[in-house]
């Protein structure tokens, strides 16, 4: 299994960018896949969440910004990002949880930088 992420970028504060991870690859389900960002010399922290039914979990400090989706058909997961601020800019990895026939564990992508410029 697989999750290529995509979407990450320069932009402007009070811009928008659209985050995207694939999850490729044999499994049975997928269930709760989420985002989670890593700014320099912070720890990893989670951003939003949401599970294979939609509903949906977020950070305190992106509530009201950013929107977590996902596509069940294209075992994808997205993350709108508004009106971006300098301290959003981060590298953002995006989570899944699959569970196999008669195992389960967590997949990780490989990380999009998202920078936003003051």
């Known amino acids: 299994v697989q999750l290529q992420a995509s979407g990450g970028g320069l932009v402007q504060a009070g811009g928008s960018l659209r985050l995207s991870c694939a999850v490729s690859g044999s499994f049975f389900t997928i269930d709760n896949m989420g985002w989670y960002r890593q700014a320099p010399g912070k720890q990893r922290e989670l951003v939003a969440t949401v599970t294979s039914s939609g509903t949906t979990n977020y950070a305190d400090s992106v509530k009201g910004r950013f929107t977590v989706s996902r596509d069940n058909a294209k075992s994808t997961v997205y993350l709108q990002m508004n009106s971006l601020k300098p301290e959003d800019t981060a590298v953002y990895y995006c989570?899944?949880?699959?569970?196999?026939?008669?195992?389960?564990?967590?997949?990780w992508g490989q990380g999009t930088l998202v920078t936003v410029s003051s």
């Open positions: 989570n899944a949880d699959i569970a196999y026939r008669y195992s389960r564990s967590a997949h």
